[in-house]
C-alpha cells in the first residue's frame, strides 16, 4: 500500500528535477552539448520505462490483496455484534458480584457477632459456674478445682465481663463477680497458708501441692519465694549437719586435708540436684523462665552456706594466718601450705562447675520459651547472679589470697631446691634444674586445676618471673663459681624444661620430647589441653589471655636458648679456637711443593693429618663426656665451621705441586671422614669449598679445569667465584699465570 | 614474630582503684563507645587494638584490670611483663587519689627488674665467657613507661582533686599526667597514641643503645617521661 502511494509522488519528482527542463534544452547551441543531453534524456526514458513496467508488474497482487479486504468487511461487522454482546454480560455479572459479597459480608458480621455472643454467654455462664464451683470446691477443700474455677475466672476476658455488667442481668453478674472475688482472695489466702503449714510440717507432698497452685491464681512470685523458702531451709539444714561433721573431727585421715572443699562440693551438689529435681514442676505449672527466679532465691542460701564453710575453712586452716606470714616473710621456714592451697583449687574449681551448671540450666529454660526471647536484660541479669554473687566474691577472695601464696611456695622451693643443689661428677646436669621445673610446673599445674582462668595466668606470669629472675641468679652464681660446662648444661635444661613445662602440665602419660625448637608446638599443646579442661564457657578472649601470657613463658624459654646458643659460641671462641688454629698452621710447615719421592715418603710417615685427628680427638674427648649429646653436637658444629675456615685461610698461604694438589686432597678426604663420625651433622657442604680447591690443585693442566666448569659442572655447584678459582690455580707452581689469565671462566 | 602483621607489640596494663573508669577508657579506645551499667571488671579483661604511628603498624595488647581488692593479687601479676603502666584515679574522688602512694608501692614491688651487675672472675677465659653472658642476661630486662591519668573530667563541678596537685605528684614521681573523660571522649585517643609513641621511641633507643636484635631489649629500669609526639 505504501508503494502505490508513493510512486505518483516519485514520478512527479523526477520530472521535475531529474529531467533537464526544456529551457536549457532551448538554449544549447551546441552539437556535442545537445548529443550530450539527448544521451541523458534517452538513459532516463529507459528508467522511467523499467519503472512503469514493475508497477505494473505489481498491479495483480494490489488487486488479490483488495479482493481479500472487501471479502473481511462484514465479518468485522459480526465481530463487533459479539464484542457489544460480551461487555453486556460482563456488567451483569459484576454487578451480580458485588450483589452476592455484600450479603457474604453482612453474613460475617453476623456470624461474629454471633460468635461474640455465644462467648459472652459462655463466659457469663463459666462465671455462674465458677462462681457455684468455687464455692462448692471450697467447701471440699478441692483446692485445685477452686484455684482452676479461680483460674477460669482470671483468665476471662475482663471486657466481656465489665460489659455483662451493663447488660439487663447486671445484677446477677455483679453478685457472681462479688462472690468470685471473695472466693480469689479467701483461696489465696487459705493456699498460703496451707503452704506455710506443709512447709512448717516438711510435707514435700503438700508442698508441692500447693506450689503447684500459685500460679493458677497469679502468684507466680509468691509461690517461687515461697518454694524457694522450703527449700532453703532443707538446704540449710543438710548443710549445717554437713559442716558440723566436716569440723567435728571424725572423718577419716585421707579426706581430712580436704574436708572444705568436700564440705562445699555437698552443699554445691545438694543445690544442683535440687534444681534438677524441681525443675520439671516450675516448668509445667510456671511455665519456660521461671527457673531463673527460683535459682535467685536458692542462690541466697547457698551464698549464706557456702559462706559459712569458707568462714570455718579459713578459720581452721589459718588461712589468712599462713597469708599473713607469706607477707611478711616472717618465716624461714614455708609453712604447711601444700594442702591448703590445693583445697583452695578444688573449692573454686566446684564453685566454678557449679556456677557453669547454673547458667546451662537458666538459659536453656529461657530458651524453651522462646530462643528470642533471651533478652540482653535476661542475659545481664543471669551474668549479675552468676558472676556477682556472694559465692563468686568468696571464691574471688579465696584465689586473692592463694595466687601470693601459690607464688611464695614456688619461690621458696626453688629457693631450696637450689640451695639444697648438689652436682655430682659424671652427671651432666645439677638437681637443681629439674627440681625447679618440677616446682614450677606443679604451681601452675596447681593453679590450672582451680578452673579459674584468671588465677591461671597470673599463676603462669609469676612462673615466668621466676624462671627469668630467680633461675637466672642461679646460673650467675653457677658462673661465678666456674662450672661453665655444668652452666651451659643447666641452661640447656632449662630452655627443654620450659617447654616440657607447658607441654606436660597436663598432658600426664602424654609426654612427648620434643626439641628445643618445638616451644610453638608445645604452646599450642597446652592451649589445647586448657580448652579441653575449660570447654564450657571459655570465650576468646579468655583463650586469648592465656595466650599472651604463654607467650611470655615461650619468649623466656627463647631467651634461655639464646643464651646458650650465645655461651657455646663463647666457648668455641675461647676454648676451642685458640688450640685448634696452631694444630691448622702447621700445615704451612708442611711443603706441598713436593716430587715422587716426597710424595711416597709422606705416604708413609703422615706428616700432617694423623696428628691433627689425634688431636681433635683429645680435645673433643674432653667435651664428649662434659656435655649432653645436644649441646656436644652443637659444639662440634661451631667447631668444624671453624677449621674449614681455618683451613681454607691456611691453604691460600701455600703452594702447590701436582703431587702435592693429590696429598692434599688426600689429607683433606681424611680430616672429612673422621670429622663425619664424630658430629651427626652432614659436614660436607661445610667443607664445599675446600673439596673444590683441592679438585682444582689436582688438575693435570690448566685448560682442565674447563671440564668441570660452567655447561660442564654436572651435579656439582660451585662454591668458589672465577676469581677463587684463578687464585686456587696460581698456587700451583707448574701452572703459567698467562694460562690462568687466558681461561674464559 | 615476624609473620604476624604488625611491626611492634606491646603490653599496657591499666590499673587503678575500683570505679575510676578503666573499662570505660578501654572500651572507649577501643570501641568507640561509653558502655553504659556494665559492671566492675572481674579479674582482668584482654583488649588488642593495633594502630597506625607513622607508618608503622603498632599493636597494642590492653589488660583492663579490676580495682577491687580482692583482683588485687591477680593485676599484680602483669606488672613485670607490662610495657607500660596506666594509673588512673578519678578526679572527683579524693580517696582514688589518695591511694596512688599505694600503688606505686606495689609497682615497685612488682615490676621491679633485676639490675645485672657485671661479675669479676679469676680466670680471663672464664671472665670472658661471663661477660658475654651477662650481656645477654643484661639485655632482659626493660623500661616500664608510667602514666598517671585523671578520668571523669566531664564532671568539672564535683571535681575534688586539683589539677595543680595531681600534676606536682606525677612530676615528682616521674610520671606523664593527662587528664581524660572516658564519657566525653576527651583525650583518651591522645593518650593511648601518646603512649604507642613513646613505647616505639624507647623500643628504637634500645635497640640503638644494645645494637643487639634482642626482641624488647632495654637497661636497667629507669621510669621515663612520655614526652609530647605527633602522630603521622
Ligand atoms: N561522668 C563520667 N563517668 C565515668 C567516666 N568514666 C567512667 N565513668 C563511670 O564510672 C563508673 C565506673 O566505670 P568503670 O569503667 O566500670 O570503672 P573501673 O575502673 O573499670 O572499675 P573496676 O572495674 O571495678 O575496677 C561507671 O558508672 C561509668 O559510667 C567519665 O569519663 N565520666
Ligand atoms: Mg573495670
Given amino acids: ?745 | 614474630m615476624s609473620m604476624e602483621d604488625y611491626d611492634y607489640l606491646f603490653k599496657i596494663v591499666l590499673i587503678g582503684n575500683a570505679g575510676v573508669g578503666k573499662t570505660c577508657l578501654v572500651r572507649r579506645f577501643t570501641q568507640g563507645l561509653f558502655p553504659p551499667g556494665q559492671g566492675a571488671t572481674i579479674g582482668v579483661d584482654f583488649m588488642i587494638k593495633t594502630v597506625e604511628i607513622k607508618g608503622e603498624k603498632v599493636k597494642l595488647q590492653i589488660w583492663d584490670t579490676a580495682g577491687q581488692e580482692r583482683f588485687r593479687s591477680i593485676t599484680q601479676s602483669y606488672y613485670r611483663s607490662a610495657n607500660a603502666l596506666i594509673l588512673t584515679y578519678d578526679i572527683t574522688c579524693e580517696d582514688s587519689f589518695r591511694c596512688l602512694p599505694e600503688w606505686l608501692r606495689e609497682i615497685e614491688q612488682y615490676a621491679n627488674n633485676q639490675v645485672v651487675t657485671i661479675l669479676v672472675g679469676e680466670n680471663i677465659r672464664h671472665n670472658f665467657f661471663l661477660l658475654v653472658i651477662s650481656c645477654a642476661l643484661y639485655v632482659w630486662s626493660r623500661n616500664l613507661i608510667l602514666v598517671l591519668v585523671g578520668n571523669k573530667i566531664d564532671l568539672a563541678d564535683k571535681r575534688e582533686v586539683h589539677r595543680q596537685r595531681a600534676e606536682d605528684f606525677a612530676e615528682a614521681q616521674s610520671m606523664l599526667y593527662l587528664e581524660t573523660s572516658a564519657k566525653e571522649s576527651d583525650n583518651v585517643e591522645k593518650l593511648f597514641l601518646d603512649l604507642a609513641c613513646e613505647l616505639i621511641r624507647e623500643a628504637k633507643q634500645n635497640k640503638l643503645d644494645n645494637n643487639d636484635t634482642a626482641p624488647m631489649p632495654g637497661e636497667g629500669k629507669t621510669i621515663s617521661y612520655l614526652s609530647c609526639c605527633n602522630v603521622n
Avoid at chain 1, 13 to 24: A, I, K, P, Q, R
Avoid at chain 1, 90 to 116: G, M, P
Avoid at chain 1, 416 to 445: H, R
Avoid at chain 1, 707 to 728: C, F, I, K, M
Fill in chain 1, 1 to 745: 500500500m505504501a508503494d502505490s502511494g508513493s510512486v505518483p509522488a516519485r514520478r512527479c519528482g523526477s520530472g521535475s528535477v531529474s529531467s533537464v527542463s526544456m529551457d536549457t534544452i532551448s538554449a544549447l547551441t551546441e552539437l556535442e552539448d545537445l548529443e550530450n543531453i539527448y544521451q541523458q534524456l534517452c538513459s532516463e526514458e529507459k528508467e522511467v520505462e523499467a519503472e512503469l513496467d514493475r508497477l505494473v508488474g505489481q498491479e495483480s497482487t494490489i488487486h488479490t490483496k483488495m479482493l481479500a479486504l472487501q471479502r473481511m468487511g462484514p465479518k468485522l461487522q459480526l465481530i463487533e455484534g459479539d464484542a457489544s454482546q460480551l461487555s453486556g454480560m460482563i456488567t451483569f455479572t459484576c454487578s451480580l458480584a458485588e450483589n452476592v459479597s455484600r450479603k457474604v459480608r453482612q453474613l460475617d458480621l453476623a456470624k461474629t457477632r454471633l460468635y461474640n455472643v455465644i462467648q459472652r454467654a459462655d463466659d457469663i455462664l463459666d462465671l455462674k459456674f465458677c462462681t457455684d464451683g468455687v464455692q462448692t470446691a471450697l467447701r471440699n477443700e478441692d483446692y485445685e478445682q477452686a484455684a482452676a474455677h479461680i483460674h477460669r475466672y482470671l483468665s476471662l476476658d475482663q471486657s466481656v465481663i465489665e460489659l455483662s455488667r451493663q447488660g439487663e442481668e447486671s445484677s446477677s453478674v455483679d453478685a457472681s463477680l462479688v462472690l468470685l472475688q471473695e472466693a480469689e482472695q479467701k483461696l489465696k489466702v487459705i493456699v498460703s497458708e496451707k503452704l506455710d503449714e506443709a512447709v512448717a510440717a516438711v510435707d514435700l507432698a503438700q508442698v508441692e501441692r500447693f506450689f503447684k497452685i500459685f500460679p493458677l491464681l497469679g502468684l507466680h512470685q509468691q509461690g517461687l519465694a515461697r518454694f524457694g523458702q522450703y527449700l532453703c531451709t532443707q538446704l540449710a539444714a543438710k548443710a549445717e549437719e554437713n559442716l558440723i561433721l566436716a569440723t567435728g573431727g571424725d572423718v577419716g585421715d585421707k579426706r581430712a586435708p580436704l574436708i572444705f572443699a568436700d564440705t562445699l562440693t555437698l552443699l554445691l551438689e545438694g543445690i544442683a540436684r535440687v534444681i534438677e529435681t524441681h525443675q520439671p514442676i516450675v516448668e509445667t505449672y510456671y511455665g519456660p523462665g521461671h527457673l531463673y527466679t527460683l535459682i535467685r532465691h536458692l542462690q541466697e542460701e547457698c551464698d549464706k552456706q557456702a559462706q559459712k564453710i569458707v568462714d570455718k575453712f579459713i578459720q581452721q586452716r589459718g588461712y589468712h594466718n599462713k597469708f599473713q606470714i607469706v607477707q611478711n616473710s616472717m618465716l624461714k621456714t614455708i609453712p604447711e601450705l601444700d594442702p591448703v592451697l590445693t583445697e583452695v583449687t578444688i573449692m573454686n574449681a566446684r564453685a566454678e562447675l557449679y556456677l557453669r551448671f547454673l547458667r546451662r540450666r537458666i538459659l536453656a529454660d529461657f530458651e524453651v520459651g522462646d530462643i528470642q526471647s533471651i533478652t540482653k536484660e535476661h542475659q545481664q541479669n543471669v551474668e549479675k547472679l552468676l558472676k556477682h554473687c556472694q559465692l563468686s566474691r568468696t571464691m574471688q577472695e579465696l584465689i586473692g589470697y592463694y595466687i601470693p601464696m601459690e607464688e611464695y611456695y614456688m619461690r621458696e622451693s626453688v629457693n631450696k631446691a637450689v640451695t639444697m643443689d648438689t652436682y655430682e661428677k659424671g652427671q651432666l646436669t645439677s638437681s637443681m634444674v629439674d627440681d625447679c621445673f618440677y616446682i614450677v610446673k606443679k604451681c601452675i599445674s596447681r593453679a590450672l586445676s582451680s578452673s579459674s582462668i584468671d588465677c591461671l595466668c597470673a599463676m603462669i606470669n609469676h612462673a615466668n618471673s621466676v624462671l627469668e629472675s630467680d633461675f637466672r641468679e642461679v646460673l650467675y652464681n653457677k658462673l661465678r663459681q666456674g662450672f661453665p660446662a655444668t652452666t651451659l648444661q643447666d641452661i640447656q635444661r632449662g630452655v627443654s624444661s620450659a617447654v616440657s613445662l607447658m607441654q606436660s602440665s597436663l598432658q600426664q602419660g602424654k609426654f612427648n620430647t620434643l626439641g628445643i625448637e618445638s616451644t610453638e608446638n608445645a604452646k599450642t599443646a597446652f592451649l589445647n589441653d586448657c580448652a579441653k579442661l575449660f570447654t564450657q564457657g571459655t570465650s576468646s578472649v579468655e583463650q586469648a589471655k592465656i595466650e599472651s601470657c604463654l607467650s611470655d613463658l615461650v619468649n623466656t624459654s627463647t631467651k634461655f636458648k639464646d643464651l646458650l646458643q650465645e655461651g657455646l659460641t663463647e666457648l668455641n671462641t675461647t676454648a676451642i679456637k685458640p688450640q685448634v688454629k696452631p694444630w691448622i698452621s702447621s700445615f704451612l710447615s708442611i711443603s706441598h711443593n713436593i716430587e715422587e719421592e716426597e710424595f711416597n715418603d709422606y705416604e708413609a710417615n703422615d706428616p700432617w693429618v694423623q696428628q691433627l685427628i689425634v688431636n681433635l680427638e683429645q680435645l673433643m674427648c674432653e667435651f664428649k663426656v662434659a656435655l649432653s649429646p645436644v649441646i656436644y653436637d652443637t659444639l662440634t658444629s661451631l667447631m668444624t665451621s671453624l677449621i674449614s675456615i681455618e683451613l681454607e685461610k691456611t691453604v691460600l698461604k701455600c703452594s702447590f705441586s701436582r703431587l702435592g694438589g693429590l696429598q692434599f686432597d688426600k689429607e683433606l678426604r681424611s680430616l672429612v671422614a673422621y670429622l663425619t663420625t664424630v658430629t651427626t651433622w652432614t659436614i660436607r657442604d661445610k667443607f664445599a669449598r675446600l673439596t673444590q680447591m683441592a679438585t682444582i690443585l689436582n688438575l693435570e693442566r690448566v685448560t682442565e679445569i674447563l671440564d668441570y666448569w660452567g655447561p660442564n659442572s654436572g651435579p656439582l655447584t660451585w662454591r668458589l667465584t672465577p676469581a677463587e678459582v684463578r687464585q686456587v690455580l696460581a698456587l700451583r707452581i707448574d701452572f703459567r699465570s698467562e694460562d690462568i689469565k687466558r681461561l674464559r671462566l
